[in-house]
């Protein structure tokens, strides 16, 4: 059975600095895609950032410049590093994991930890 732990959320001044973590253990296929997500209160689930298999990074727009994904492949994880927080970076972030071969590919969700950032 596939897990995603998750870790690094927190209370956080503006301006300050967050690492989150997401460590997968019971792939069984190639990871061909990890990505973060957040969710605010009354809001929609957006990603935030992402890493397909081709290895090119995407961000969404709120977080270019100030947030940075990257991978330990050995480790199955996947970090974000969150640098000049925002109070509207205040969310539930979620880590998201696909694995799969040829026509087979599985999802994978984390349970989500919780970033509050204030003013």
């Known amino acids: 059975q596939v897990q995603l732990v998750e870790s690094g959320g927190g209370l956080v001044r503006a301006g300050g600095s967050l690492r989150l973590s997401c460590a997968a253990s019971?792939?069984?296929?190639?990871?061909?895609?990890m990505g973060w997500y957040r969710q605010a209160p009354g809001k929609q689930r957006e990603l935030v950032a992402e890493?397909?298999?081709?290895?090119?990074?995407h961000y969404a727009d709120s977080v270019k410049g100030r947030f940075t994904i990257f991978r330990d492949n050995a480790k199955n994880t996947v970090y974000l590093q969150m640098n000049s927080l925002k109070p509207e970076d205040t969310a539930v972030y979620y880590c998201?994991?696909?694995?799969?071969?040829?026509?087979?590919?599985?999802?994978?969700w984390g349970r989500g930890t919780q970033v509050t950032v204030s003013s």
């Open positions: 998201n994991i696909k694995e799969g071969r040829a026509l087979i590919s599985y999802s994978h």
């Open positions: 890493i397909p298999s081709g290895g090119i990074t």
């Open positions: 019971g792939i069984i296929f190639e990871i061909n895609y």
